[in-house]
């Protein structure tokens, strides 16, 4: 009996102390429980995600927009526990906003938002990391907005930014008007555009297609003005704005045939003389010789200039037909006899220069058993050409145009004889060599030749002789 009542006594203490442990376990959970949502509103802020509730866009501030075509983008945003933020457009890197945006020199550090973060749309561009870049070939009158808008791709936080960018409103052809216009001349042509902000500023020529005449030009737009026999008196041109079609203009552009023309009719330079080979080896102890040098060729004469002068009127004003032939070439011009000249060159060729004398080879040094060789002799330089004779030139003119022959310069010089060839030289070996004693008495056995001996001049032509002719003669003479 006290065994049972035993046993069961010690059932009781291990149920108590089950119980107990229970008690405890429960109320320590209930206490961390109870602990855990009454500190919750304590947490710090900032270990929460910092999810973005607003952005502002500003743009970088230009004097003016027609010159650029990229601008950089400010963002600013505002996080949800209060905190200001921006990114800098040069470096995509988060800063606090600073109080002046443009005016300040910041230190970037990265903080946890970039422009990866953010959503872009962009009409009439391209946005890279800060950096808006125009499409200028989207731009016109009529669609000339840049549109950017930025959302946040975890809130609905977004902001858009409208740049009017400025736009062509006209065009107007220009050129250069100093400086001869004429054919055979070249015309500079400039598109001058103004925009919807008053602005004025030549395109480039690359934005613009113009036609001369009918005939499209590719840029740059350096207009050659044709030198057609047949008279004509002006130029018309066309143009319009590639990036707006319907901005175009014209202008007619009229010659002033107020160039100086210069046509040449000159003989033919001679060719120079080659050079004498030098001397190699040797002739028993002695150097060989050097070879000399070749005689330069004589300039060829002038032809026979023939120069017809024919006048006519264009409306009220006095022009003059220039024509000069030879038996090989035709050359024309017309001419204001007021402004405009020519010259007409019917020089003698140059003579061609002298070959220079080669260089004698070194004699032989002394040994114990043979005595020194003599030094080669140098080759003598080769004659220079004789220059041509200046060619002859006759003037046919009408009575009128012979009051202007002032306005035509005639030159028909002879040419320039070519100047002779040197002799050979010594080398550096040479001048540093002892001179023999046979040398030193009798120095013509250092072995210098001749130079050689320089070209005569060409004669000039004889004076120009002016032949005055009646309109229907002229016309007889040649095809004007």
Not at 3 to 18: A, E, G, V
Not at 136 to 141: E, T, V
Request: net charge neutral; charged share 25%.
């Amino acid at each position: 009996m006290a065994l049972d009542l035993f046993s069961h006594m010690r059932r009781l203490f291990y149920q108590q102390i089950i119980f107990m442990k229970s008690n405890v376990l429960f109320a320590f959970c209930l206490t961390l429980l109870i602990w855990s949502c009454a500190t919750k509103p304590l947490m710090r802020e900032d270990l929460k995600p910092k999810d973005i509730v607003k952005i502002k866009l500003e743009a970088e501030h230009y004097k003016s927009l027609i010159d650029i075509n990229t601008i950089d983008i400010f963002l600013s945003y505002t996080l949800n526990n209060g905190a200001e933020k921006q990114i800098n457009p040069k470096t995509s890197k988060v800063s606090p906003k600073p109080a002046h945006m443009h005016n300040a020199s910041y230190s970037f550090q990265p903080q946890g938002n970039n422009w990866n973060d953010f959503n872009v749309t962009v009409v009439n561009g391209s946005f890279n990391k800060g950096t808006l870049t125009i499409d200028r070939k989207k731009i016109n009158s009529n669609n000339h907005e840049v549109k950017l808008k930025v959302q946040s791709k975890r809130t609905n936080a977004s902001d858009s930014l409208i740049i009017n960018i400025p736009f062509v409103e006209s065009v107007r052809l220009t050129y250069n008007e100093i400086g001869p216009i004429a054919p055979g001349f070249d015309l500079p042509i400039n598109i001058e555009a103004t925009y919807n902000t008053g602005e004025k500023q030549n395109l480039p020529h690359s934005d613009f297609a113009i036609r001369v005449d009918g005939n499209e030009m590719d840029p740059p737009y350096n207009y050659r003005i044709p030198n057609r026999k047949d008279f004509y008196s002006d130029i018309d041109i066309k143009g319009y704005y590639k990036l707006d079609p319907i901005k175009r203009d014209s202008m007619v552009v009229p010659l002033r045939f107020n160039a100086f023309y210069r046509y040449s009719f000159n003989g033919e330079d001679g060719r120079n003389g080659g050079d004498g080979d030098n001397g190699f080896g040797l002739i028993e102890l002695n150097g060989r010789d050097g070879r000399p040098g070749q005689n330069g060729q004589k300039g060829s004469r002038a032809p026979w200039v023939s120069v017809y002068l024919s006048s006519f009127y264009h409306g009220d004003r006095l022009l003059i037909k220039a024509v000069a032939k030879s038996a090989q070439t035709t050359t024309h011009c017309y001419l204001d006899p007021e402004t405009g000249s020519l010259e007409i060159s019917a020089n003698g060729g140059d003579g061609g220069n002298g070959g220079d004398g080669g260089r004698g080879a070194q004699g032989a040094c002394k040994t114990d058993k043979t005595p020194e060789g003599y030094r080669g002799i140098d080759g003598d330089g080769g004659n220079g050409g004789d220059g041509g004779d200046g060619g002859i030139i006759k003037i046919y003119t009408d009575p009128l145009a012979a009051k202007y022959l002032d306005r035509i310069k005639i030159n028909n010089q002879g040419g320039l004889g070519g100047s002779g060839g040197n002799s050979g030289l010594y080398s550096s070996k040479d001048l540093s060599r002892k001179k023999s004693l046979f040398e030193t008495f009798f120095p013509m056995s250092t072995g210098r030749g001749n130079p050689g001996m320089p070209g005569i001049d060409g004669n000039s032509g004889p004076e120009t002789e002016v032949i005055i002719l009646a309109e229907e003669e002229l016309s007889s003479k040649i095809d004007l």
